[in-house]
């Protein structure tokens, strides 16, 4: 993959991840906030204060995730983002991420 469609790729990812917790904090007792500067997302739960952080490096061609959970790596692999340890899939573990910070169960989707 060119650095170009890494870059396209990451950015459509990080676009749908903030537009999924916005619509859910929208219409569920979810409460978060997202800021968006430039490759790095910032998710904090405005109720407990705690944080996940998703960024893209294009050096690695990778997503990291830093959640209270640990810090996780995801690689491209087609149209979805495997965490390069476990092979989990990116949207279920965020879902997992965010449903523990949250403390409400949430399901994110990939729209691939």
């Known amino acids: 993959m060119t650095e170009s469609e890494f ?7 990080l676009s ?10 929208d219409s569920s007792e979810l409460d978060v906030e997202c800021t968006r500067s430039g490759n790095v ?6 109720d407990n204060g705690s944080k996940i ?8 061609q990778e997503l990291w995730v830093a959640a209270k959970s640990g810090g996780f790596h995801f690689k ?22 965010v449903s523990q910070q949250g403390r409400i169960a949430v399901v994110l989707q990939d729209a691939h």
Request: aromatic letters at 6%; zero cysteines; a negative charge.
């Open 16 to 25: 749908q991840i903030e537009a999924s917790l916005e619509d859910l904090a």
């Open 76 to 97: 491209a692999s087609g149209t979805q983002w495997v965490n390069t340890r476990d092979g989990a899939e990116l949207f279920a573990a965020l879902s997992e991420m």
């Open 53 to 60: 952080i998703v960024n893209s490096q294009a050096p690695m």
């Open 41 to 46: 997302l910032e998710i904090e739960f405005i």
């Open 7 to 13: 870059l396209k790729q990451a950015e459509a990812t």
